[in-house]
């Protein structure tokens, strides 16, 4: 019998909290929801912690450290780009990964799996994937939740090449140089309006992620 590994969110936002539990059991965890810091200092032993910075109580880097002093357990540390935590701060006080708000839901659901991989623990056996947008390479065709999308050619290149790695960050030079010219010297105005003019057919501009002095990445998809 397969044994359902124990994740522990810690997230005080129930608009967050819901639907990201509802996913990740989904995907074959079970996930134990806590509200504040203290409750997840009080909490059953879990095989992973996600642990939203931003809790009501207590700060949540001292959640971590706490956390950290008294077990092994894996931790995702979960941040608002306001708060600017780099990345040696948070492995310094004991996380094990972190990721961004606002973040897709595959690039979160991956990097747990890394995760859990890394600190030798056993993973359910991965569904299939879940991307709400849809890229079909052989026909050239767009699906975002089922439903075509058309797109004019240089869009459709633009969100092929966002959809080869969900969730990694394209800086703007890269799109730039993959998407329309290695030697390209026009305007970089244009990728704005390319991508301004696909968040408005995808239906979602969460969908394709502004990185603020970085670039774009898409949020949730897969190729095929």
Known sequence: MLVRMRLLLVEDDRA????????????????????????????AEADLVL?????????GQEVCRRLRQRSAVPIIAVTARS??????ALLDMGADDYVVKPFGFRELAARVRAVLRRTGEVTPDEPPPEGRVRVD????????????????????DLLA????????????????RSVWDENWWGPSKTLDVHIAS?????GDRALIETVRGIGYRLADGDTG
Do not use: C
């Not at 509802?22 to 996930?31: D, K, T, W, Y």
């Not at 708060?83 to 040696?88: A, G, K, P, T, Y």
């Not at 090449?161 to 730039?176: H, N, S, T, Y």
């Not at 696909?198 to 995808?202: D, I, M, N, S, V």
């Open 16 to 43: 967050i909290a819901e639907p990201l539990a509802s996913r990740l059991e989904r995907q074959g965890f079970e996930v134990q929801w806590v509200k504040t810091g203290a409750d997840a200092l009080n909490a």
């Open 137 to 156: 390479h052989r026909t050239r065709q767009i699906t975002v939740d089922g439903t075509a999308i058309s797109l004019a050619p240089k869009e459709y």
């Open 83 to 88: 708060e600017e935590i780099d990345r040696v």
């Open 51 to 59: 642990l939203d910075l931003g809790l009501p109580d207590l700060d």
């Open 161 to 176: 090449f966002l959809a080869k790695d969900p969730g990694r960050v394209r800086a703007r030079d890269e799109i730039l």
């Open 198 to 202: 696909l968040r408005r057919k995808l």
